[in-house]
């Protein structure tokens, strides 16, 4: 049974303070944790993992999405950003599982994604970031009022959220093994979860 290293979730926010400033990158760092978290329980449970093996897990997965774009601030070019932010992991000490799911995330790395850790962070990374845009433009600004039918629609409008890579998503939902309309409403309800530290519970709508 594969032991996981006990590097804490705390240890990567405080990294990810350091490096970045920016109120959004906290955020999308955030929710692309609520979602990477969900599915490391779900990876938890397929490998009946409980005590101190499951909470390492789970510390683990969920360091490796707070830390995913954490030099992109500073490195934001293709020749720095993830490579910079690995280089620094390293030096850190971070176990290689993590900074090779991290190199994995960025596509013209060319580092294969062979780890659930991080096929689960490619797959998350561009959704949530879409979840969010998806949620901000409602009247309520709310995640509860986001669906798995508005988002399909919103991916046809190349318009909406250009920066978002649609492929990305599709292709992120294939290597999870999961039907892409799962994917989409298994992470609507783990960001729904953490919807406050989100901000994205959403304000009543004046009428």
């Known amino acids: 049974m594969t032991t996981y290293p006990a590097y804490s979730r705390e240890h990567a ?96 790395s060319g580092v294969p994604r062979e780890s659930q850790l991080a096929k689960a962070l490619f797959a998350c990374d561009e959704l949530a970031g879409f979840l969010t845009a998806c949620s901000l433009v409602k009247p309520t600004k709310s995640i509860h009022d986001v669906d798995v039918a508005g988002v399909k629609k919103k991916m046809k409008d190349k318009a909406f959220a250009r920066g978002v890579n649609r492929e990305d998503i599709v292709k992120g939902a294939r290597e999870l093994g999961v039907p892409l309309e799962d994917h989409i409403a298994f992470c609507i309800t783990a960001m729904r979860n953490n919807a406050e530290v989100l901000g994205l519970q959403g304000t009543a709508v004046p009428s």
């Open 13 to 108: 926010w405080i990294l990810l303070n350091e490096h970045t400033q920016s109120a959004s990158l906290l955020k999308h760092a955030l929710a692309v944790e609520s979602c990477v978290r969900a599915y490391a329980e779900r990876e938890a449970d397929a490998q009946s993992l409980n005590g101190e093996l499951r909470a390492q897990l789970l510390e683990t997965w969920s360091a490796t999405a707070l830390l995913h774009d954490f030099d992109y601030e500073k490195h934001p070019s293709l020749d720095e950003h993830p490579f910079v932010g690995v280089g620094i992991l390293a030096e850190h000490g971070w176990p290689e599982e993590v900074r090779t799911a991290i190199l994995g995330h960025a596509e013209y």
